[in-house]
């Protein structure tokens, strides 16, 4: 198996318990800035985003160009603040990461070199995708876990 996906997968074992533990989720610093909660609703977001990404690649018959998204506007519209415990948003978190570790268990060696182009005409490979996916969601978790 890839180590990216034994790093995925050792997350998905690890974090849920830490996150649930956490106290002052809901605190916002600074009206602006996410709360805890919202972090990690930010990571649903960004694992919905990027599981789409990760199946378009594989199935595609052509090179897929990658679009961004409005990451302000998708937390905002979900309400995770008011709307969502921690304990639904880290099912949740939870659950989109299972999936894409399934969806990555089963790929053959080669189809880690499928190449796609970001936003930016950068083109790079889906391996390169999922190491900065995880790249992305190491950096909020140490937002999360830190203070
Ligand atoms: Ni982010």
Do not use: A
């Not at 990027?50 to 519209?77: A, C, D, M, P």
């Not at 415990?85 to 990461?97: A, F, P, V």
Request: glycine share 2%.
């Amino acid at each position: 198996m890839s180590e990216l996906v034994v790093e995925l997968r050792n997350l998905i074992n690890e974090v849920p318990n830490k996150i649930e533990s956490l106290p002052y989720v809901n605190e916002k610093t600074n009206p602006s800035k996410w709360s805890k909660i919202e972090i990690l609703g930010h990571l649903c977001d960004s694992g919905s985003i990027n599981h789409k990404r990760f199946v378009e690649i594989l199935i595609s018959n052509e090179q897929v160009t990658l679009s961004g998204y409005n990451q302000v506007l998708w937390v905002q519209v979900h309400n995770y603040q008011e709307s969502y415990s921690i304990k639904e948003i880290l099912n949740l978190w939870r659950s989109i990461n299972e999936r894409i570790v399934k969806l990555l268990s089963n790929i053959k060696e080669n189809q880690w070199n499928l190449s796609c182009k970001l936003e930016d005409q950068t083109i790079v490979t889906l391996e390169w995708l999922v190491s900065d996916y995880i790249q992305h969601m190491n950096h909020h978790l140490k937002q999360i876990f830190s203070d």
